[in-house]
């Protein structure tokens, strides 16, 4: 009986956080829930799981550390942060432009941002598919759902930022 291809828990490295606001903790957190509820995560060459993820930034990489459920390691993936640059400087700039309009916005107005700033998360979940093809194997929303966690860990970096 193979076991499921799937996150049980996620931890974001400390280090790499940087104190944010309440509406990205929020995210933050509903993200990391959403991703434990439902998500497929199958790591290249891999028999099975269930998996633990540490992400963490580490000279200048996205890092994703893998253990086991009993928490010994699996493998890691290194990844460039230079095709996520320009994404989540976007998406944090309209994220920004969002919580602004949600005070005193026309819903139009609300509407028309919050529609871009989908679209940005789309663009960076493809992205992280991409980037992630061949190294370890993920469905669109646990993409998506990564990428916020990605963007959470960005703050602290300022290879992003430039």
Excluded: W
Excluded at 18 to 30: G, L, N, T, Y
Aim: hydrophobic share 40%.
């Amino acid at each position: 009986m193979s076991k499921p291809f799937r996150l049980v828990d996620i931890e974001l490295d400390a280090e790499s956080l940087q104190a944010a606001s309440a509406d990205v903790e929020q995210e933050r957190r509903v993200a990391i829930f959403d991703l434990l509820e439902a998500n497929s995560f199958r790591p290249a060459g891999s028999h099975g799981g269930p998996y633990v993820l540490r992400l963490a930034l580490e000279q200048g990489r996205l890092v994703f550390d893998v253990q086991t459920e009993a928490r010994a390691p699996h493998g890691r993936v290194m990844l460039s942060l230079t095709p996520f640059r320009k994404i989540v400087k976007d998406y944090f700039f309209i994220c920004d432009s969002y919580y602004k309009a949600i005070k005193t916005a026309a819903p139009s107005q609300i509407e028309a941002i919050d529609m871009g700033r989908r679209g940005l998360h789309n663009e960076g979940s493809q992205v992280l598919q991409e980037r992630l093809a061949g190294k370890i194997e993920v469905d669109h929303d646990t993409a998506r759902r990564l990428f916020t966690l990605i963007c959470a860990l960005h703050a602290r970096d300022d290879t992003l930022s430039s």
